[in-house]
Structures are given as structure tokens and as C-alpha cells.
């Protein structure tokens, strides 16, 4: 993928997109990623998001809806490593992340609003593959979503640039 895919799906299909307000920050190596969506929502407590990334991603987007929060970090080091081994493409996360440098090492992209040191609770609590909504952008299980340094985008179908 090109270092700088959004600009110019945005200009190439400006009727077909969706873009987060600029709200994230890019931790992953992999800087510019997209994929099929799927979801989880949940509130400090990334149960759910453990239990994803040991399944196959197989090019995938995990988008993890934590209600914004900036208190506890929903992805650490060694989900994003499970993650990137069982082929997810990224991680976006409408929360906090941590061990960024270590995330920043590995081929994943991963999107989230900060870092903190703290981890989450792990009592089970969340939702999968439901519609869930932040920074402005409905993002549908089964849809679209890509990333790079410029921001999140989401569409209902395959996005594609004939270079």
C-alpha cells in the first residue's frame, strides 16, 4: 500500500467515504493499512478484543469502540504481536493503547486516541460485530476501513486506485 492512501481515496471517491474526525495518532509500523471490518465495543475491558486477535484476521481491521476512554489501555504488546501473527492488518482503537514503542516496531498498524500504562479489567464484558460510532464515522462489520498517517476512513465497499 502507498504511504499516502487517504488523500487520494478521498478525492477519488469523495461520494464513497467516511472520515474520522482527526482524533487519532498512529502507533504501528505499518503505517498505512485497510481492511474488512470488524468490530468490538466495549468499556475498559478488553476481554473481547484477547479473545479476537488468537483467531485468524486474515486481512482484517479489528475497530475497537472503548467509548473514548482515556483511563485504562485496551491493546498492549502482546495483542498487537498475536494480532500481527494471526494476519489482522491493524487495530483501531477509540481508546488508549500501550507499549507503543514496542508496537511501533512491529508490521501492524494500529490507531488509537493515546497511550497509558495502565491495562484493563478483564471481566468479559463488550459486544462483537455491532455497528458502533465515533469520531464522526459509522463503522459497519463487514465494511471498509483504512488508515495511514493522515487519519481513519471507512466505506461500505472495497476501495481501490489504479496507479
Known amino acids: ?16 467515504v467516511q472520515v474520522c474526525e482527526p482524533v487519532f495518532k498512529s502507533y504501528g509500523g ?8 470488524v468490530t468490538i465495543k466495549c468499556f475498559e475491558d478488553n476481554s473481547l478484543v484477547k479473545d479476537m486477535v488468537k483467531k485468524r484476521g486474515d486481512g482484517k ?32 482503537v477509540n481508546g488508549c493503547i500501550r507499549d507503543a514503542g514496542l508496537i511501533g516496531e512491529m508490521t501492524i498498524g494500529v490507531h488509537a486516541l493515546a497511550t497509558i500504562p495502565l491495562r484493563s479489567a478483564n471481566e468479559g464484558k463488550g459486544e462483537l460485530n455491532i455497528p458502533v460510532r465515533f469520531a464522526g464515522v459509522t463503522f459497519v462489520p463487514g465494511q471498509y476501513v483504512y488508515a495511514d498517517l493522515n487519519g481513519v476512513l471507512a466505506s ?3 476501495l481501490s486506485l489504479n496507479d
Open 30 to 37: 505499518s503505517i498505512c493499512y485497510g481492511g474488512k471490518i
Open 156 to 158: 461500505e465497499t472495497p
Open 61 to 92: 481491521v479489528l475497530v475497537v469502540d472503548g467509548g473514548g476512554s482515556l483511563r485504562h489501555a485496551l491493546c498492549g504488546d502482546l495483542l498487537a504481536g498475536q494480532a500481527m501473527a494471526n494476519g489482522w492488518e491493524g487495530v483501531i
Open 1 to 16: 500500500m502507498r504511504l499516502d492512501l487517504l488523500p487520494d481515496l478521498c478525492d477519488a471517491f469523495p461520494d464513497k
